[in-house]
C-alpha cells in the first residue's frame, strides 16, 4: 500500500500546486492500484468498504477527458468495473467520458471557428449543458488545449497560440452539429 499512499499523497500535492499534467500522470498511476487499495481496506475494516471519496477517479476523470486521454479514461472504466466496491464511482468515469466527447466537439469547433463564443457552444452542439460546456472549456484552457479570452459575460475559444484546425479535422457546420 506504500506506493498507493505515495501517489495519493504526491497526486494531492500536485492539485494544491495545480500542476495538472502532474496530477494526471499520478492519476494514471493510482488508478491500477485501486483494486489492491480498497483489498487492503477491507482487511483493515473487517471487510467494509466505506469511503466518501475516490481522489484519483473524482477528479482524474474529468482532467482525461478534457484532455482527450481515451487510453486513461479506458483503465479507469476497466478498473471500476473489475471491482465492484468501486461500482458507485462508475459515474466519475462517465463523466470523463462526456467531458471526452464534449471536448473533442469543442476542439473541433474552435479550430474550425477561432473566437466561437462559449456561451453559444451549447446551441451550436446539441444536447450539451451550458454547465458542462462551461467546466470543460475553464479544464481544456488550463490544460493548455485552447485559449479564453473574456468577452462580456462569456468567453471567446481560440486554438492555442492562434493556429487554425488540424488539416485533417474535417470542417463541423457552425449550427446543429450533434455533440460526438
Same mark, same amino acid.
Given at each position: ?65 478534457? $484532455? ?5 479514461? !479506458?483503465? %479507469?472504466?476497466?478498473? /471500476?468495473?473489475?471491482? *465492484?466496491?468501486?461500482? +458507485? ?66 468567453? $471567446? ?5 492562434? !493556429?487554425? %484546425?488540424?488539416?485533417? /479535422?474535417?470542417?463541423? *457546420?457552425?449550427?446543429? +452539429?450533434?455533440?460526438?
Amino acid at each position: 500500500m506504500e506506493g498507493y499512499l505515495h501517489a495519493l499523497n504526491m497526486f494531492r500535492s500536485a492539485w494544491e500546486k495545480h500542476d495538472l499534467g502532474q496530477v494526471m500522470r499520478l492519476a494514471k498511476i493510482g488508478i491500477p492500484l485501486l483494486p489492491r487499495w480498497v483489498e487492503w481496506l477491507k482487511s483493515q475494516t473487517g471487510g467494509d468498504f466505506h469511503v466518501g471519496r475516490v481522489d484519483f477517479l473524482q477528479d482524474g476523470c474529468v482532467l482525461f477527458g478534457c $484532455a482527450g486521454d481515451h487510453e486513461a479514461l !479506458a483503465t %479507469a472504466r476497466s478498473v /471500476v468495473e473489475h471491482t *465492484p466496491d468501486l461500482s +458507485a464511482w462508475i459515474t466519475c468515469v462517465e463523466r470523463g467520458e462526456m467531458a471526452l466527447r464534449l471536448a473533442e466537439g469543442i476542439f473541433h469547433l474552435v479550430g474550425q471557428h477561432p473566437g466561437v463564443v462559449e456561451s453559444e457552444i451549447p446551441r451550436i452542439l446539441l444536447g450539451a449543458e451550458p454547465e458542462a460546456v462551461g467546466e470543460v472549456c475553464y479544464w481544456m484552457h488550463e490544460l493548455g488545449r485552447i485559449e479564453r479570452k473574456k468577452q462580456g459575460d462569456t468567453y $471567446a475559444l481560440f486554438p492555442v497560440g492562434g !493556429a487554425g %484546425a488540424s488539416p485533417s /479535422v474535417p470542417p463541423a *457546420p457552425p449550427e446543429c +452539429a450533434p455533440v460526438p
